[in-house]
């Protein structure tokens, strides 16, 4: 007797072992992240999202770290992530949706990679990412591909938010959703699968942080860094405008909720 799927079971490659490891909700795990944000041109981020978004009208450029602490399904391990994302508005389906889009996103861990592309259409590499304090008055972050740097960031003259700046951030971070378009190549020049996704996460931010900061791309070879190169030289030439704000905070308690990843483009299920 061969191998089969049973209905409503979801599977991640090599299917035949048995259904995919990572369940329907990942919560509980702790986080640490910082936001670097500028101000851009709505019309360089125009030629990078795909038709089913539109820039939003004040289009901003996100470059991000975060270091997730103590994820379950995978153990217990921790693993940290570099991305760049900026802010659209998803007209694919019934109604808009507005939220990041992610331009680019590196992890330092596979599993999470493999997990996130397959499944939540997120379009995550590996990357090498050190651990970092993002809760000191300065810091910076790096992503590199194998020694080839790929996203520098920095902070400085940071300090700790006000009890009201904190309760408007931590707002905006519960039941957040992130855009991405889910694209799996086929074997005959046309896509399997091509189309706009929503992932969605909780923070529960406890404590935040407010300063000034930068980031910049590196400029590697493309034998420097096979996979990334090509995507760092696109991202160097958008236009950083204006220093909009610069955040660190932490969650004790975050939620990831893949049961809830969907299609944007047909309309949500009950």
Request: hydrophobic content about 40%; glycine content about 8%.
């Amino acid at each position: 007797m061969t191998f089969t799927t049973e209905p409503g079971v979801r599977y991640d490659m090599p299917v035949a072992f048995g259904p995919s490891i990572a369940p329907p909700v990942s919560e509980g795990f702790e986080t640490y992240t910082a936001n670097i944000t500028y101000r851009t041109s709505r019309d360089a981020i125009a030629a990078l999202i795909p038709s089913w978004f539109e820039p939003a009208d004040e289009q901003m450029m996100t470059a991000t770290y975060t270091r997730m602490v103590n994820m379950e399904w995978m153990g217990g391990r921790n693993y940290n992530i570099a991305a760049v994302s900026v802010n659209v508005v998803c007209t694919a389906g019934p109604e808009p949706i507005a939220g990041p889009y992610t331009l680019g996103i590196w992890e330092s861990d596979c599993a999470p990679v493999l997990a996130g592309r397959e499944y939540m259409g997120s379009p995550k590499l590996f990357g090498v990412i050190p651990d970092v304090d993002v809760l000191a008055s300065e810091f910076s972050f790096r992503c590199s591909e194998y020694e080839a740097a790929l996203i520098d960031g920095t902070a400085s003259q940071m300090r700790e938010m006000s009890a009201d700046e904190l309760a408007h951030v931590a707002a905006a971070g519960r039941d957040r959703a992130s855009l991405n378009w889910k694209y799996i190549p086929g074997l005959d020049g046309e896509p399997d699968i091509s189309y706009p996704t929503a992932l969605y996460m909780s923070h529960d931010y406890d404590r935040g942080m407010r300063g000034q900061g930068a980031f910049s791309f590196g400029t590697p070879t493309d034998t420097e860094a096979p996979y990334s190169a090509k995507i760092v030289r696109v991202l160097a030439k958008i236009p950083l405008l204006e220093h909009v704000d610069t955040i660190a905070l932490h969650s004790a308690y975050s939620s990831l909720f893949r049961d809830r990843t969907r299609r944007l483009d047909v309309p949500a299920r009950d």
